[in-house]
């Protein structure tokens, strides 16, 4: 049996547990189909944390979290914590994940499986079998760059906040991007406000720079607002996208809803190699916590099972396994199965355990 591969398992809020029940699911049947054993903690986050300590992220909850070879995280989040003081509330443990991680490159794919491609808004010729990747810096940039707040200005109440980045910054996470377009299509779209932004101007110089060490790589510079209204235009144009926290976090949310449902998006969290060539890593769903269906069994869990499948590809170089495990999820959308936020006319409606039961039974044709 393959040697242990060390695992954190933060379920988190609302549907957060029943989706990363089907994560166990598929960690057992590799365990007794491939030969591939983990070793698997799990602990609490967010509001579960804060209802436990007091605090949405225990330090010994973060100790571990460095200490292992990935992170499986569900959701955070839900009305209950609403009233909780900013710096305990259940995304306050998030971002200390991220930051004490320093996980500064987050993948986002945007994909749209042929089977779902009429639950997009956009027309099914635009948005069938698309497949792009942004990569968003996440360390950094306007949600983290000083002074941040209300100042007095001339007589006047005003509020700052302020865009900053080294050249550390965007080197190292446009370094991930190109890396990322050599093993995919080789076509990099490097995107900011160069024209009316002294950062725009900064991390366009950076990422021409950075291009001479990628010859195999195409590079193309685009300004934000033109990608956001090319994602609706013509989403197939792009393969890899790398841009700042900011513009990140908004084109990735654009390109999340060419796929029709958040419910199918997973995410990864990807720090700087040490010298053994491991990286720290978060992987969860885009989606949230969604509390009025939690306890119900109608939650997606196919984002989170691809968020492990990013996981087995990234953290643990199981390319063929995350193949597997991509296409036993596709196989199962194929075969007419959906859950209540992709159901569709003729389709089989199936609760959150069906569905993680459809994709062990497509790995075991597979394995077959």
């Not at 009305?79 to 710096?87: A, F, S």
Request: glycine residues 8%; contains cysteine; negative net charge.
């Amino acid at each position: 049996m393959a040697a242990n591969k060390k695992l954190l398992m933060l379920p988190g809020d609302g549907i957060g547990p029943e989706v990363m029940g089907e994560v166990r699911r598929v960690v057992d049947w590799m365990d007794k189909r491939r030969h591939v054993s983990f070793d698997i903690e799990e602990d609490l986050v967010g509001g579960a944390a804060y209802d436990a300590h007091k605090t949405s992220l225990a330090d010994a909850t973060l100790d571990k979290a460095m200490n292992v070879d990935a992170v499986m995280l569900g959701a955070v989040g839900g009305p209950k914590w609403d009233n909780v003081e900013r710096d305990a509330r259940p995304e306050a443990g998030l971002l200390r994940l991220r930051k004490e991680m320093d996980l500064f490159a987050n993948l986002r794919p945007a994909t749209c499986m042929p089977a779902l491609a009429d639950a997009s808004s956009l027309k099914n010729d635009v948005v069938s079998g698309l497949d792009i990747m942004i990569v968003r810096e996440l360390t950094a940039g306007t949600y983290f760059g000083q002074p941040k707040g209300m100042q007095e200005y001339e007589g006047q109440e005003r509020c700052v906040d302020t865009t900053s980045y080294t050249r550390g910054e965007i080197e190292r996470v446009v370094r991930a991007a190109f890396e990322l377009a050599q093993k995919r299509g080789k076509k990099l779209h490097s995107v900011e406000k160069a024209n009316v932004m002294e950062v725009g101007v900064f991390w366009r110089k950076i990422a021409t720079e950075v291009a001479k060490d990628y010859p195999d790589v195409t590079l193309e510079h685009m300004y934000a607002d033109n990608c956001a209204m090319q994602l609706v235009r013509w989403p197939k144009q792009f393969d890899v996208i790398v841009t700042d926290n900011l513009f990140g976090d908004v084109l990735s949310d654009c390109a999340a809803m060419c796929t029709g449902s958040l419910g199918m998006l997973p995410s990864a969290s990807l720090g700087a190699a040490d010298e053994s060539g491991r990286r720290k890593a978060l992987y969860e769903p885009v989606h949230g916590s969604a509390p009025d269906i939690a306890g119900e069994s109608k939650a997606n869990p196919l984002a989170t099972v691809l968020s492990f499948a990013m996981c087995l590809r990234y953290s643990f170089d199981m390319g063929e396994d995350a193949d597997m495990l991509e296409k036993a999820c596709a196989d199962v959308l194929d075969a007419g199965y959906r859950t209540g936020d992709i159901m569709q006319d003729g389709m089989t409606l199936v609760s959150t355990q069906e569905m993680g039961e459809k994709v062990c039974a497509q790995l075991d044709k597979q394995a077959a």
